[in-house]
């Protein structure tokens, strides 16, 4: 059965903000690309980071990105990053392109489900 970007914002919402880079990881092993976009949550950072996991599972997987990943209501006015201030530099520069223009910044490697 796919886990959708639905099911990821949902799982994103019963979470707490420190298990984000988890749950999406996770997402990211297991998740399937639609092209329907999910109902905003009306939290900016868990609807920017749904539209980030999908737009990078489409990249990654050779298929076009939903149009829906780059809506305003998506992407965040300022950076997020979920580790300590000193990492914030180090994350910004490996971050994949489709989070940090999102403006999350987890590393590349954090987002390897384990």
Do not use: K
């Amino acid at each position: 059965m796919p886990y959708t970007p639905s099911d990821l914002a949902a799982t994103l919402a019963a979470s707490e903000e420190s298990n984000y880079v988890r749950v999406v990881a996770d997402w990211l092993a297991r998740g399937s690309v639609t092209q329907t976009a999910p109902a905003l949550t009306g939290d900016r950072l868990r609807d920017a980071l749904v539209a980030a996991a999908v737009a990078h599972l489409a990249r990654t997987a050779g298929i076009s990105v939903p149009p829906w990943t780059r809506e305003p209501g998506r992407i965040l006015d300022a950076f997020w990053h979920p580790g300590r201030n000193a990492f914030f530099a180090y994350a910004l520069a490996h971050a994949p392109a489709e989070f940090a223009t999102r403006g999350i910044l987890i590393e590349r490697d954090s987002l390897v489900s384990v």
